[in-house]
């Protein structure tokens, strides 16, 4: 079972619950009872030379050859072995926005929500993005963008039940075992704390164009008639991933907010789209995938957490089905995670981690990292600066994070997002200075 499922989907949260105990009584290794090994040269695997010859295309040597040769191969390469078709071919359109709540989060921001369509004709869908601006957000003061694809729906993710969609709640018994499990901001973010340090904060739900479920399938087929025959999706994480980019289209036009400075994050299966959206995207200057484990930002030639024959049986509706095809023969894949993560240097990239998730592979991760390294390097700038897993300093545009805990989203991960955020997509100073 995928790291991320223990969260469950949006529509699926009494399964989630019920689901996580049975999964803590069974095994201990996925509810975060292990410690993941810090010692990368015991586990290290064979993988490709982020920089060395690759299907024909020779070593690159410069960044321009990176960019306007290795990288347009490399993104087909993911499609075709991993992902799928990312559908970035589609535009969201702007349909409809409303003031949800004016003196939002005690007074801290202004809540609205855009209604946003992609596509035209009878196979169009339209879904909605809620975002919280902080108060002083202005054409003349635009503020930095943090946009998130949520797990419980958009109103549990900013508690406000005017907004649209169903979902999660934040009240009851249901969200406290959700929380005592996988953290406190496992549902809502510390919304309040974001936009007094100056950020906006935007979140989507998924559901209503590319379901966390078998459903899935059908929603594809739907939006294939919008695509290409070569074009048609295969996995919702490419799906997740271009829904970054669509929201981004209508977002990058708000003046209340700077489109130079945007960050997307997300958790688990979120966290793999945020990844995979910012290898295809550069209009995203900063990357945050939280525990993405395998299929996000850990190596599929690493066996320390979960298999490629366990994701892709338990969820096989998130990739193309040729990724099921290397279950068992991880080494065969021609591209691997560190190729991923190299795709959105020399833009800065935080991997957040926790050493007792076990199950989303931290030392594959790290190692990902490491071979990522030499592209940043390439650019000019530095990569991983890290000597090891424990070495928690901050330097480079790759920042490896690890925290104590196992899989969720705690108030460490938040504290330890926006110090770093701070260093990367700083608020204006006259923001700062009014909170």
């Known amino acids: 079972m995928e790291a991320s499922s223990r969260t469950g989907s949006m529509t699926r949260a009494a399964f989630g619950a019920v689901g996580l105990i049975v999964i803590g009584l069974a095994g201990c290794t996925p509810l975060g009872l292990n410690t993941a090994s810090a010692n990368i040269e015991k586990q290290e695997a064979a993988r ?43 535009h969201g359109v702007e349909t409809g926005r409303r003031v949800i709540d004016a003196d939002y989060a005690n007074g801290a921001g202004v809540l609205e929500e855009i209604d946003i369509r992609v596509g035209e004709g009878a196979n169009a869908f339209t879904y909605q993005v809620a975002i919280a601006y902080p108060k ?119 003046p209340r907010l700077d489109a130079s400075r945007t960050a997307v994050w997300g958790h688990s299966r979120q966290g793999k789209a945020a990844l995979l959206a910012a290898a295809f995207d550069d209009r995203i ?54 190729q991923l993560i190299a795709l959105v240097a020399p833009r800065p990239l935080l991997l957040g981690n926790g050493w007792k998730d076990v199950w989303s592979d931290p030392n594959g991760g790290y190692r990902a990292a490491v071979g990522a390294d030499p592209v940043y390097r390439l650019f000019g700038v530095e990569g991983l600066t890290q000597t090891g897993m424990r070495d928690q300093t ?30 990367t997509l700083p608020a204006p100073e006259a923001l700062q200075a009014a909170h």
């Open 136 to 254: 002083g957000a202005s054409d003349a003061h635009p503020v930095p963008l943090i946009l998130n694809q949520n797990f419980g729906g958009t109103p549990g993710a900013f508690d406000s039940d005017e907004l649209s969609g169903g979902g999660m709640s934040n009240e009851g018994m249901m969200a406290g075992v959700i929380r005592l499990i996988f953290g406190k901001y496992i549902i809502e973010g510390p919304n309040e704390a974001i936009l007094r340090r100056g950020y906006a904060y935007a979140s989507f739900s998924a559901e209503p164009f590319a379901s966390d479920s078998k459903r899935a399938y059908d929603q594809m087929k739907q939006m294939a008639a919008l695509l290409a025959p070569d074009r048609a999706p295969e996995g919702v994480i490419a799906v997740w991933a271009a829904a970054f980019s669509w929201s981004l289209d209508v977002l990058d036009r708000d």
């Open 394 to 423: 901050r330097h480079g545009r790759i920042d490896f994070f690890i925290r104590g805990g196992g899989h969720g989203v705690r108030v460490e991960d938040w504290d330890y997002m926006l110090d770093w955020l701070d260093q």
């Open 285 to 338: 200057e900063a990357a945050i995938p939280l525990q993405a484990g395998k299929g996000g930002a850990t190596l599929t030639r690493s066996y320390a957490g979960e298999s490629v024959k366990q994701i892709t049986k338990a969820y096989p509706y998130w990739f193309a089905p040729a990724y099921a095809g290397y279950a068992k023969r991880e080494e065969d894949i021609p591209v691997d995670q560190h």
């Open 48 to 90: 490709p030379d982020v920089l060395g010859a690759f299907e024909g295309d020779p070593p690159v040597t410069t960044a321009a050859e990176w960019t306007d040769r290795r990288a347009p191969i490399l993104r087909k390469a993911f499609e075709r072995d991993l992902y799928g078709p990312v559908p970035v071919e589609l």
